[in-house]
């Protein structure tokens, strides 16, 4: 469900006010969380270690309210009780499709329906027609996390619509995990809204990756 904010009596009035019309409005930051328990844990039980860290990050999300403001295509500024997350799946002799996942709290029922909607992918379909329904749709309680697991980065720079856009979720890319000392380690790339979200909110959002990585299991 999602709710449409009162600018004028709104916490964050002059901060949205100020960066709303901002050729680039975006903050973009890279940290790591350590995932060597999450990695370990999928390992061990043959389940998939993407769709532990998935979960992670989308329980973090939902868990920070600054993470689910949005701009309808109204041009109404709202707040959603809950995000989906949409991801690239690669596609053999393809090259990926979008799907969406319903978030859920229950790790274990999360975990049945995405991997039931990643083995459901139609391999004739519009790759982009997740992407296309939530843009008709016009209310992006969606979020989205891409996957580059061969590749350990430091930064990534997302492709933006145009100024005055609405489709203003965040953006996100998981690396490869890599290993120093003992532990494995995993870059995260955001991307979000300034007029929406600041470094406090950005912090806590790592601070809860972390933590879930640390205790889910199915």
């Excluded at 329904?133 to 209310?139: H, L």
């Excluded at 996390?145 to 856009?165: D, I, N």
Aim: aromatic share 14%; glycine share 4%.
């Amino acid at each position: 469900m999602k709710h449409i904010v009162e600018i004028e009596n709104w916490v964050r009035r002059d901060n949205y006010l100020y960066f709303k019309n901002f050729a680039n409005p975006w903050i973009a930051i890279t940290s790591e969380v350590e995932c060597s328990r999450a990695f370990y844990r999928a390992k061990e039980n043959g389940s998939s270690f993407f769709l532990h860290y998935l979960y992670a990050v989308a329980r973090a999300v939902n868990e920070i309210k600054e993470l689910r403001y949005r701009i309808d295509k109204e041009g109404n500024v709202v707040w959603h009780d809950t995000v989906d997350v949409i991801s690239p799946i690669a596609v053999p002799g393809r090259t990926f499709y979008t799907v969406r996942i319903p978030y859920k709290d229950d790790f274990a029922s999360f975990y049945r329906e995405a991997r039931h909607i990643i083995t459901h992918i139609p391999h004739d379909g519009d790759p982009y027609a997740t992407d296309k329904a939530i843009a008709e749709a016009g209310d992006y309680d969606v979020f989205l996390l891409s996957a580059t697991p061969k590749l350990y980065f430091t930064g990534v720079t997302y492709t933006q619509m145009a100024t005055g856009h609405s489709m203003d979720y965040p953006l996100m890319n998981a690396g490869k995990a890599i290993t120093r000392g003992d532990k494995l380690y995993m870059p995260i790339a955001l991307t979000v809204s300034h007029a929406f979200v600041d470094g406090e909110h950005i912090s806590q959002f790592f601070e809860k990756v972390q933590a879930f990585l640390n205790e889910i299991h199915l």
